[in-house]
């Protein structure tokens, strides 16, 4: 009787999971094998979308241009969120409160509203007499600027909070013995937070392959295709080409790499 209400417990989530994410996915595997403008009867079209997605070149530089917003928006935040966590960590006073509420500002804002800033700021007429997110050759870059910008709190917060379950006396035997402040971080902090720099890498990997709003409100995924990315390639297929079966073929896809990357970060987390 208790095993039964255990799961009773867990129904109405269960329910919400299949209605909300199931549901849908299930719906948009099934529009990704026919060709569809979203009105009328959808016409079966097999593995033609799936074939079409491969030669298409445009598929395959929104991927590129994924990389890199891995590179701004897991890589460098955990880099950079790991020293500043450790230094603030050590950092006493009001100080310190200030700057952790700084960094993680950014967090708290939703991002159409930050994103909308920055176009205004970036934007020649208001901000910046440089054009940068009208410059195919610097609008990824300036893209990335703004995501470590707008990801950096994230991590702060996580390795904050592991820093907080160290134990102190390593740091101060360590400091006994002579070592130096990025010695013992080298040594003893950066394989104590082990377990947080694996949920904040995977985390923030996972957001970068499907960000989609600061794209949407800086740069449409222009200038020439220059922040494309699939999950907005995906949107433009599907709203404005009208194109549903590709569109859902591209969101398939993007969904299934997904799922491969977090099996391959809970693997390596499991290694010792």
């Not at 033609?48 to 298409?56: G, I, K, Q, T, V």
């Not at 003893?188 to 985390?203: C, H, K």
């Amino acid at each position: 009787m208790a095993t039964r209400r255990w799961w009773l417990y867990l129904l109405p989530s269960l329910v919400l999971f299949a209605v909300v994410i199931v549901g849908p996915f299930l719906m948009n595997i099934a529009a990704s094998f026919t060709k569809w403008s979203g009105v009328g009867t959808p016409r079966w079209a097999g593995l033609d979308n799936y074939a079409r997605l491969l030669e298409d070149e445009r598929f395959w530089a929104s991927f590129q241009n994924n990389v890199a917003l891995i590179l701004a928006m897991a890589v460098v935040p955990t880099v950079l969120g790991l020293v500043l966590a450790a230094v603030l960590f050590d950092l006493r006073g009001r100080s310190s409160v200030v700057l952790r509420a700084l960094y993680y500002l950014p967090q708290v804002l939703p991002v159409a509203v930050a994103g909308v800033v920055w176009r205004w700021m970036l934007h020649p007429e208001h901000g910046l007499k440089v054009d940068w997110l009208g410059n195919p050759d610097t609008a990824l870059a300036t893209v990335m600027a703004v995501m470590v910008w707008f990801q950096l709190g994230y991590p702060l917060v996580i390795f904050m909070a592991g820093l907080g379950r160290i134990d102190p006396a390593l740091g101060e035997a360590a400091s006994i013995d002579g070592a130096g402040w990025w010695r013992r971080f080298w040594n003893i902090t950066l394989p104590q937070l082990r377990p947080e720099i694996f949920v904040v890498l995977a985390t923030c990997t996972i957001a970068a392959l499907k960000v989609f709003g600061p794209i949407f409100v800086l740069t449409r995924g222009g200038p020439s295709d220059a922040t494309l990315v699939p999950s907005y390639f995906s949107y433009l297929n599907f709203f404005t080409k009208l194109d549903v079966g590709y569109g859902s073929a591209i969101a398939t896809v993007l969904a299934l790499v997904i799922v491969v990357v977090t099996a391959l970060f809970l693997r390596a987390q499991e290694r010792p």
